[in-house]
């Protein structure tokens, strides 16, 4: 939902800095230069928030205040007094009236999205409706943990991807990095000293540009109480120690919502490549398994007619990775898709030794295997394991 | 109540030095340093000498205060100046502005002097003496002098922030 502000202010010099201090929220902001056009437009457009002016001609905020407070359809509007009319009793008296907030001006636009964000939960815009961030783009993770060793961990357990991995002792350190670099997910020490890591986390979601940050607890494995704890309080998921890298890449790559299809499936000039990594278990099979049908799709869509199933890397087949081969290949021959499959001679052997693979032949590399097309004689084996 | 003869001049100075810096910090990021700020000086009869000296075309905000004490501030700017204050509050190049005309700088510099003389009357309202803005008006030109009626009492603040002077006078109806 996109929320709408109502700026009323005869300054267009404020409502400029309004219109600047919203601009990366997904919310619109309407403009009115008195009471009497702000009561106009806050009618008409029926607005979640009005950010009032008191002294505007015409009509001053405090009368279009009063107005809102007595008509039934518009009481319910919360509004937020923007004004250089400050002073101890004044401020009392219009609070009186019934205001959600007062803001004397000067002000700082974070001071003003903050305020705002209590009252309307602000979503930050994302880059577009379409685009998603991919697991091969750059992100920015924040590490809030007083031991120095795990920081350096996680750092190593990570420097194969594109994120960099930032490192905090503390939690004033945190909100300071968050405030100045927003990160795209933070992992959180839930043994932080002086029980500091639940208040941090509560800091965090406070924020509006870190309301919905993925923000991960980390504590021992064996600690149950602790992560129980930390997932009634709201964590995106609780991480246990020893860590398990590729299980917290994973984690952050699924709570960022990163596409990683890419990981596995590729266009390579005219042929549609899908590879499975060396290490292809029940999390990589799902995944795999969630982007099948659509890339395969999409290839024969941009003109595609060629497909290679790469397996050069994988250090072994079991029955489930059978499941997703024969998925694969039926779902290229649906779709028309000439394909053939590159293996290493550890899989070839392990397939001649199972009944459901034994007939599958294969390519010694992708080069091969791009050129038996060019000679028009691809090896295609026949799914569902028939002979 | 308290009256005005009961502020003293180390108490006006404070409070406008408070205002300016809390504006000019806030708003635009820039230290406002008080030079010098002239005694008050009680209307007379005598002819008022022009004491603001800015030099080349002047935008002069003023906002007033209405209340249990009243009077005018003006801000004196330089053209240059005020169109840097307008540029940096609305992210506007210097093309943009020009292109904008006079009135996009003169709702900045307005929307300015609101707040400055805002923060000064409510430091004031806290110590007992409540009032109300009223709204601003421009003045541009140059070569040109803004004289008080002879029941005001004048006060002259300079301040530089950067390169650039400021200059306030702050015009209070006296207390009778």
């Given amino acids: ?387 | 109540m308290p009256t005005i003869d009961q502020i003293s001049e180390t108490v006006f100075r404070d409070t406008i030095n408070r205002a300016v810096q809390d504006v000019f910090k806030t708003m635009l990021g820039r230290t406002a340093v008080l030079h010098t700020a002239s005694d008050v000086a009680n209307a007379d009869g005598t002819p008022w000498e022009h004491p603001v000296q800015i030099d080349g075309q002047q935008v002069v905000g003023t906002v007033g205060f209405i209340g249990d004490i009243s009077g005018l501030i003006y801000l004196y700017l330089t053209v240059d100046f005020a169109n840097e204050i307008a540029g940096y509050m609305l992210s506007m190049s210097s093309s943009e502005l020009t292109d904008s005309g006079h009135e996009v700088v003169n709702d900045a510099v307005g929307e300015l002097t609101n707040m400055t003389v805002g923060t000064f009357k409510n430091q004031l309202a806290d110590k007992g003496f409540p009032c109300r803005l009223t709204i601003p008006s421009i003045l541009r030109g140059s070569n040109f002098s803004i004289e008080p009626v002879s029941s005001a009492t004048r006060r002259i603040y300079r301040f530089s922030i950067g390169p650039s002077v400021l200059v306030i006078d702050l015009l209070m109806k006296t207390g009778d």
């Avoid at chain 1, 919310?27 to 702000?38: L, P, Q, T, Y």
């Avoid at chain 1, 009481?75 to 009319?85: D, F, N, R």
């Avoid at chain 1, 799709?297 to 790469?310: F, M, N, P, Q, R």
């Avoid at chain 1, 997703?324 to 392990?350: H, P, R, Y």
């Fill in chain 1, 1 to 387: 939902m996109r929320y709408k502000i109502l700026t009323v202010d005869d300054s267009k010099t404020v409502r400029i800095i309004v219109k600047k201090a919203f601009k990366s929220f997904d919310c619109e902001i309407i403009e009115a230069s008195n009471g009497v056009e702000g009561l106009a437009a806050a009618s008409k457009e029926k607005p979640d928030l009005i950010l009032l002016d008191i002294t505007m001609p015409v009509m001053d905020g405090v009368e279009m205040l009063t107005k809102i407070k007595a008509s039934h359809e518009l009481k319910s509007i919360p509004v937020i007094m923007l004004t250089a009319e400050g002073g101890r009793d004044n401020v009392l008296k219009i609070a009186k009236i019934g205001v959600r907030d007062y803001i004397v001006k000067p002000f700082k636009e974070e001071v003003l999205v903050e305020k705002c964000g209590r009252v309307i939960s602000l979503k930050p815009l994302t880059d577009g409706p379409i685009k998603t961030k991919s697991v091969f783009d750059p992100a920015i993770i924040l590490v809030v943990e007083d031991k120095p060793a795990i920081i350096t961990q996680i750092q190593d357990g990570l420097k194969h991807t594109p994120w960099k991995v930032h490192g905090v002792h503390n939690p004033a350190d945190a909100i300071e990095f968050c405030n100045r670099t927003p990160p795209d997910a933070i992992i959180i020490s839930l043994t932080l000293p002086e029980e500091a890591s639940i208040p941090l986390f509560r800091q965090i979601r406070q924020n509006v540009k870190s309301k919905y940050t993925p923000i991960f607890g980390l504590v021992i494995k064996t600690d149950l109480a602790l992560q129980q704890q930390g997932q009634q309080v709201g964590f995106s998921h609780i991480l246990t120690k020893p860590i398990d890298n590729a299980e917290l890449e994973a984690r952050i790559a699924k709570a960022m919502n990163l596409d990683t299809s890419q990981r596995y499936f590729m266009v390579d000039g005219d042929v549609f490549v899908m590879r499975l990594p060396a290490v292809t278990n029940a999390p990589v099979i799902s995944e795999m398994l969630g982007y099948l049908k659509s890339k395969v799709a999409e290839a024969v869509d941009s003109g595609i007619v060629k497909a290679v199933i790469d397996l050069h890397e994988l250090k072994g087949i079991t029955p489930e990775i059978i499941k997703l081969l024969i998925q694969a290949m039926a779902t290229c021959k649906d779709l028309a898709l000439q394909f053939t499959l590159v293996g290493n001679s550890q899989i070839i052997s392990e397939c001649k030794s199972s009944e459901d693979t034994r007939n599958w032949q294969f390519h010694d590399s992708l080069a091969d295997a791009k050129a038996s097309f060019a000679k028009g004689s691809p090896i295609t084996p026949q799914p569902a394991g028939a002979a």
